[in-house]
């Protein structure tokens, strides 16, 4: 194995039978992971990347997207630093969860192709008409 793909994932290739509608938003979702569902899942279904059995992967991507505007919305309410049981100033346990939420977000974008380098390598294969018309038909 070079040392240039070591860690490297393999390039996901279209399904082939991959969803042709977007699906139902989760009924269990936060309206944040909602609004993370309505909008990425068009992008995926365009590409035709995703199967039945990779759904599991587009939920916990949106999930992952809920907890971080969970995180900052309590970080938002409360402050930056509250105070613990004792009386003292601690950092907000939700910076925990949104670092957390954070990494699980960016593993599950590189995994759907719906981060910059990934999207790279994401490429959905054109669906082919024939045309026997063609002057350039071998």
């Known amino acids: 194995m070079s040392h240039h793909t070591r860690g490297r994932k393999g390039d996901p290739k279209p399904a082939d039978n ?3 509608k ?9 309206e944040a992971a909602k609004a993370e569902w309505k909008r990425i899942m068009p992008i995926l279904v365009e590409r ?11 939920e916990r991507f949106c999930d992952a997207a809920g907890d971080i505007a969970a995180a900052r919305e ?7 630093y509250i105070k613990d049981r ?12 949104l670092r957390e939420a954070t990494a699980e977000s960016r593993r599950w974008a ?11 390598r994401v490429t959905a ?4 008409v024939e045309d026997d018309d063609s002057p350039l038909a071998i």
């Open 18 to 20: 991959a969803i042709r």
């Open 22 to 30: 977007v699906p139902k938003t989760p009924a269990y979702f936060s």
């Open 48 to 58: 035709r990347v995703l199967s039945t059995a990779d759904l599991h992967a587009a």
């Open 74 to 80: 309590a970080i938002a309410k409360d402050g930056a």
């Open 86 to 97: 004792h009386g003292e100033m601690k950092r907000h346990p939700a910076y925990a969860t």
């Open 110 to 120: 590189a995994e759907l192709g719906l981060t910059p380098a990934s999207r790279s």
């Open 125 to 128: 294969e054109p669906e082919t």
